[in-house]
């Protein structure tokens, strides 16, 4: 199997970049998502735009596909939609009462009851930065694992180049995982995280891992999109990104 390539340190405090780039972990920060997301706010939000039929989508940037046809800011996501993204672009948008940031070059399906109601979001390739709110357990599917979830903020990954080799974060909250029989309860309070790989290593399917990615930032501003914050601007503790998932460091 293809070893990971090496690791490169980021400014995001102890996060890592792997195979990212440093302006795709600074998404939030540009001035007309900045602008976007004033203006969702204070139109009401995920409640206001559910009631209203308006657009759920806070920001596209470059080629993003939904159900194979060109997504404008004009149109909605929701479950049942499938979604492609293209190489420098990204989608934030929330369904329902959970808000998703897709990275470049993912591809991902929602599955729901109904439009707003996710039920689960299964990524192919690329990679999601989630938040979700309180409701029914629903699952982050991967090709190696499977999360079940309820309120949380969640990070997932996946690597074609490494086999389709998942990764999943549980930024906060509570996560069941399994790949392939194994499982794992996950209690975190800052980044709990875990490779999912497409074959065992150290006789091992599940395996510890350390914080890549994503940001802090980047959860608390998909938390805001939806009336949440994070565990650790409620507690206004964080920790050691070492994957432990224990705040208070």
Known sequence: MQQPPALHPTNHQTTQLLGRSEDELAWFQRRGLIQAAGLWVAAGGFISAHAQGRSNIV??????????????????????????????????????????????????????????????????????????????????????????????GVYVEVFPEQAFRGYLCNCYGTVAVDAGGESVLSQSSYHQSFWAEAEPRDGKLLRP?????????????????????????????????????????
Do not use: C
């Open 209 to 249: 891992a350390g914080a890549i990615n994503h940001t802090d930032d980047e959860l608390e501003f998909l938390a805001g999109l939806i009336n949440q914050r994070t565990a650790w601007q409620i507690t206004g503790v964080k920790g050691s990104k070492d994957g432990t998932g224990r705040s208070g460091y």
């Open 59 to 152: 920001e596209l940037r470059g080629d993003v596909l939904r159900n194979g046809q060109k997504l404008t800011p004009d149109q909605r996501v929701e479950a049942g939609d499938s979604i492609q993204t293209g190489p420098d672009s990204t989608a934030v948008f929330a369904v329902g009462n959970s808000a998703f940031m897709v990275r470049q070059n993912s591809r991902l399906s929602i599955d729901g009851d109904t439009p707003t109601a996710v039920k689960a979001l299964r990524l192919l390739t690329g990679a999601v930065a989630s938040v979700w709110g309180r409701g029914p357990e629903r699952q982050v599917v991967l090709p190696t694992a499977t999360a079940g979830i309820r309120g949380t």
